[in-house]
């Protein structure tokens, strides 16, 4: 700071000479308190607690805040009870004390050191919404802090921060009444900042359940909706040696962004700082760093554009070690002696800890200790010697409770006369909102009684509804089952050397010499009673499915059983079944086999193959349990519609809707998980007890002799002559009954491969009934379960039909105009919490 050259000495004897002592100003005045508030507020025979600012502060500072230490504590409680009471959105004043100022200006330091802990700095933790940090002192206790959420605004995203007709914070807007939740609590004081950064993120991410952000073990890659939040973090912290304050920090003011697409945020943090101080019961906080211009300081000139602000401020100048060289002390002389730059209540001056001394791990205590060292050194002891008073974080911890003790003092008079005006008012307004008839409860017992009883028969219902309800879990159940039976896995029955497929996927199977089983092909399969798609359809849905998974990252995944059921088909969703191959076959015998005697079949490649065959049962089994979810919510919702016809514009049939569409959505759910693991249990061990495998192994393997029989017949008289045109279906049936020609091809090289075939197909026939029937069955149990008693009960749970204002409550749910019952409940609300906000006054003169 420059002041045109003028001497240090001189300036300073003028002032002195104009001035005198300097002295704080005088802001204690004749209270309006009734006599038992009076009392309480100055309990010595009604005088004003008078705490000199001249001590020496690293003796007495302690004794000072043991004078204060009853009332002041008193005092904030209340005020802190009022404001979580919401008294402040019925238009009444709160007193309060605000810390604003620049970015890097020091106040994040200069908050530790009022309140003793220690905050996060890095991007995206404390700077980013208000935080009210009430500190108490304790001599029973240890340290404790309690960190609670306050929402006082919602998020809604739609609208824009430039609209003209929306509040200062754009898509946040304010709430009828303040909701707030105990976040977390903790007793070790390094715990703090980690558990502020976590409440941080709750608050950011407006929507988000914020356990979620308390649970979390990894921070630092969690996403954040919004930039900046006007709702309030609030720290409550007990401990021995703490002085009695009560603030709220502000995001520190900016007049740009990093983001240059997001000029509006300069505009919400600019305003949330507006709001603070333009309350006339605020005592503002301002910090200013001494190594830069005052005149250049954004908060400074906020401060200076609201009305009647400037006076009640208190400045802080912090970092007065980085004073800049040359600066003339003259400068600051006149800022402290409130010639410059003047303030209501004068400037204090705190030195904090530098960066590098809190990461050696410099206490708050060895901080104060520091500090009082600096200031006790020239310039301060010579130059600025009139003003040591202010010099050091516990002057001002004592001057700002001080102060801010008389600031509630004063307004406690007009809040009496506020709450008791609001009170009339509200109940004025109440009278146009008379309450509706007191039979409301026994009209939803009975719609409730009805819907329970058509919806618990609805499964074995004679009706028309019940057939239907009945009818579409059949079909359901069908489609299952037949979707099942048509993943049942292929086998090409062409010898490798000979078999050219007629289809793009032809090019698949030599895509990789790594591969054990070639997934999808079109060719000469054995028909199969199962296959529910035409031969040309499927042809064209393998060639797409191939085309997708013909990358080097699918080809690798495709050699595990549970990708390998992963590829949708384009026209369904659903899986395609596994086609296997003769020489894929062999390759897996090959490659899993651990026995040390050639051609020998290894149990452990066998259910390898079978596991494969199975991995397109999740995705079918989670196209049958959405149809039931969609089929149960339909059938319910339909009841409903059916039994409260006459209450479908009431709050009442709304919340029943969307309690029956939670329930399918639970049923849904739990079914799901019941059948990820029914999955599992499949996926991850081969097993039966049921001897009918055998049978089925036999049936399979007669089936696959004789496809592969025919596609050896067909090769055969390929090979004797190449240029005669193939042999149909049926001439090859033909030949086929010829004794003489059986024996022309010799034995199946590839016997082997065939009967392994039927021994996956055999297992899978056993498997997929045993997965059907399990799926299934469970379903059905539960959907009984749930039209018998499940919906009843989440009915009444939500409708809150057992809770002890329950008439009151069915009252409004069936009001014919929902917005008149909501506005009869805030208002009722509202008056309720200015009553205990008056009980709470009331408690200081006990």
Request: proline share 6%.
């Amino acid at each position: 700071m420059h002041n045109g050259g003028i001497g240090d000495s001189q300036v300073i004897a003028d002032l002195q000479g104009s001035s005198g002592a300097v002295s704080e100003s005088t802001i204690g005045k004749t209270s309006t308190l009734s006599p038992s508030l009076l009392a309480f507020a100055y309990p010595e025979a009604g005088g004003t607690p008078d705490i000199p600012l001249h001590d020496n502060m690293s003796a007495q500072s302690d004794t000072a805040m043991d004078v204060l230490s009853k009332p002041v504590k008193e005092l904030m409680k209340t005020v802190d009870k009022l404001r979580d009471l919401g008294v402040e959105t019925s238009h009444i004043s709160l007193p309060q004390a605000v810390t604003i100022g620049d970015q890097s200006a020091g106040k994040s330091s200069l908050i530790e050191a009022l309140s003793g802990i220690k905050v996060p700095r890095s991007s995206g933790t404390c700077t980013r919404c208000p935080l009210q940090i009430i500190t108490a002192p304790s001599t029973d206790a240890p340290w404790h802090c309690t960190i609670t959420l306050v929402k006082k605004y919602s998020f809604y995203e739609a609208i824009g921060i430039d609209d003209n007709d929306t509040g200062p914070y754009g898509p946040w807007v304010e709430d009828s009444l303040p909701h707030t939740m105990v976040f977390a609590e903790t007793h070790t004081q390094d715990h703090l900042d980690h558990l502020l950064r976590r409440a941080q993120l709750a608050t950011l991410n407006p929507g988000d359940n914020p356990v979620k952000y308390l649970q979390a073990t990894v921070l630092d890659n969690l996403p954040i909706k919004v930039e900046f939040s006007p709702n309030v973090i609030r720290l409550d912290i007990a401990g021995p040696g703490l002085a009695s304050l009560s603030f709220f920090d502000l995001p520190g003011v900016i007049n740009q962004t990093e983001d240059v697409n997001k000029p509006w945020l300069v505009k919400v943090v600019k305003n949330m700082a507006r709001e603070y101080v333009r309350n006339q019961s605020s005592l503002i906080l301002l910090a200013c760093s001494m190594e830069g211009d005052l005149a250049n300081s954004t908060a400074s000139s906020l401060v200076r554009k609201i009305p009647g602000a400037v006076d009640r401020c208190i400045g802080v100048l912090t970092k007065p070690d980085r004073l800049p060289t040359g600066d003339p002390l003259s400068a600051w002389y006149s800022v402290l002696a409130g010639g410059t730059f003047a303030v209501g209540h004068g400037y204090f001056v705190t030195k904090q800890p530098s960066q590098n001394q809190l990461d050696v791990g410099m206490t708050h205590d060895q901080a104060r200790q520091a500090e009082n060292n600096y200031f006790s050194r020239e310039p301060w002891t010579t130059t600025f010697s009139l003003f040591e008073e202010r010099f050091g974080t516990r002057q001002l911890q004592a001057a700002l409770s001080q102060k801010l003790t008389r600031q509630i003092q004063q307004s406690l008079p007009t809040i009496e006369v506020q709450l008791a005006a609001r009170i009339r008012a509200v109940e004025a307004e109440l009278s146009q909102y008379p309450e509706p008839p007191n039979n409301a409860y026994g009209r939803i017992i009975e719609a409730l009684n009805n819907f329970a009883t058509h919806v618990k028969h609805s499964p074995d219902s004679d009706d028309d509804d019940g057939y239907d309800f009945s009818d579409e879990l059949r079909r359901l159940e069908e489609t299952f089952k037949l979707q099942l039976k048509s993943l049942r896995p292929g086998l090409l029955t062409a010898s490798p050397k000979t078999h050219k497929p007629s289809t793009p996927s032809s090019t698949f199977i030599k895509r990789d010499p790594e591969s054990e089983i070639v997934e999808l092909s079109s060719g000469d399969e054995i028909e199969t009673p199962s296959k529910t798609f035409s031969s040309k359809k499927r042809k064209l849905e393998d060639s797409i499915s191939l085309s997708r998974a013909n990358s080097p990252l699918a080809m690798r995944q495709f050699n595990t059983p549970q990708r390998r059921g992963a590829v949708t088909n384009g026209a369904h969703g659903t899986p395609s079944r596994e086609q296997f191959t003769l020489a894929g076959i062999k390759r897996t015998l090959e490659r899993r086999s651990r026995s040390n005697i050639p051609k020998e079949v290894d149990p452990r490649a066998v259910d390898y193959l079978r596991r494969c065959a199975i991995g397109g049962w999740s995705a079918v089994m989670k196209v049958y349990l959405d149809g039931v979810s969609t089929v149960l919510n339909a059938k319910l919702q339909s009841q409903l519609t059916r039994t409260c016809t006459q209450w479908q514009e009431t709050e009442f049939y709304r919340e029943c809707t969307k309690i029956v569409s939670d329930v399918a959505a639970t049923f849904k759910h739990e079914q799901m998980a019941h059948g990820a693991s029914m999955f599992r249990l499949e996926s991850e061990m081969v097993f039966t007890l049921s001897d009918a495998i055998d049978e089925y192994q036999q049936r399979e393997l007669k089936d696959l002799m004789a496809g592969r029989y025919l596609a050896r017949i067909k090769e055969h008289f390929k090979e004797a002559d190449p240029d005669k045109d193939p042999l149909n279906q049926a001439e090859l049936k033909k030949k086929a009954q010829d004794q003489k020609l059986r024996l022309e091809p010799g034995a199946d090289p590839f016997q082997t491969e065939v009967e392994v075939m039927s021994r996956v197909r055999g297992y899978y026939a056993v498997a997929s009934a045993r997965f059907l029937d399990n799926i299934v069955h469970r379903v059905r149990v539960d959907i009984a379960d749930h039209c018998r008693h499940r919906v009843h009960k989440q009915l009444q749970i939500g409708l809150e039909i057992g809770a002890e204002n329950a008439h009151e409550h069915c009252s409004r749910l069936l009001a014919e105009n929902p917005d008149r019952e909501r506005k009869r409940a805030q208002l009722k609300k509202e008056r309720a919490n200015l009553v205990q906000a008056q009980q709470q006054l009331a408690l200081l003169a006990v």
